[in-house]
């Protein structure tokens, strides 16, 4: 699979090894099974210095046996979706009893962070920016039950006539990094009136008081750096809380109603993790046999 992420090991006495690999799609479901089951993959995964960088790491779990602190992120899977991550959560966390469970947003930074190294090291300054697009209200991008994409609303709460709301696509990087630019590509996005889809991010502008306030169920480059690009700007950065989206934008932005730490989800997310250990267990079948399968005769 070509989809990478890095996986740290803090060990007792201080030291940290690290591994990579190519599962980093749906990384959050492996730490459903707790640490062992973790620990137990490492011999499996490439043991080498190459930190991913913030572009290419789509995931990344760190594990400090010694203080027990388990930090992860991930680009995709279940913990990043609005209908599932609040039982994803849950399900770690009781796989994980007596650990300290944190999600990452600014990713790779903060990995390289913890362990006391250079964050910079894995930015990747000066790279063009990869503009979104905004989508149509019957665009296929969100036809789906999930889609990964961008609600923005504008609006003063209050002031009537003021507030829209529109829908970027979330295969580009966030619209929050473009700064007070995005006001400008906002006047030809198409209208959607009272968004109730289940997106995984979000921004809500008050131009009227210029400010901000925006959320993200993945990791998002440089996460904690926005402000800088929206000067004269109050930023609020609201993490994972999508719910003061909902206040601030005045019922523009209303997902679908739905219960996130429900029966429903909590099955949804241990079936995918079922599928997941099926998938792995035939990767590993496959490995072995190409290993030990006998060379073809000679000529």
Not at 26 to 41: C, F, K, R
């Amino acid at each position: 699979m070509g989809d990478r992420a890095n996986v740290i090991v803090v060990r007792e006495n201080g030291t940290h090894e690290l591994y990579r690999t190519g599962w980093a799609v749906g990384i959050d479901l492996d730490l459903l099974d707790g640490p062992e089951a973790v620990l137990a993959m490492l011999p499996e995964l490439h043991q080498d210095d190459w930190w991913l960088d913030e572009e290419s790491a789509q995931g990344g779990v760190l594990l400090d046996l010694g203080q027990k602190v388990l930090l992860f992120f991930a680009w995709e899977g279940p913990s990043t979706e609005l209908r599932h991550r609040a039982s994803t959560f849950e399900l770690i966390r009781a796989a994980w009893q007596g650990w300290k469970v944190r999600w990452l947003y600014d990713g790779a930074a903060e990995l390289r962070k913890y362990v006391g190294l250079d964050p910079e090291y894995v930015r990747r300054p000066g790279s063009a920016l990869s503009t979104a697009p905004f989508l149509a209200p019957d665009d296929e991008d969100l036809a789906g039950p999930d889609p990964g994409d961008v609600v923005v609303t504008v609006g003063t709460v209050g002031t009537v006539g003021t507030d829209h709301c529109h829908v970027a696509s979330g295969a580009f990087d966030h619209p929050v990094r473009e700064g007070a630019s995005l006001l400008d590509r906002l006047a030809d996005a198409p209208e959607h009136g009272v968004c109730r889809l289940h997106v995984n991010s979000g921004i809500h502008l008050d131009p009227e008081r210029h400010r901000l306030g925006w959320w993200s169920l993945a990791s998002s480059t440089q996460a904690y750096e926005i402000p800088k690009l929206w000067s004269g700007w109050t930023v609020e950065f609201w993490q994972d809380d999508w719910e003061r989206h909902v206040r601030a934008s005045g019922g523009r932005f209303s997902p679908a109603p739905f219960d996130p730490a429900g029966e429903e989800a909590r099955a949804a997310v241990l079936a995918e993790a079922e599928e997941r250990r099926i998938q792995r267990a035939r990767h590993r079948a496959q490995v072995t046999h190409l290993r030990t399968a006998p060379a073809p005769p000679a000529g």
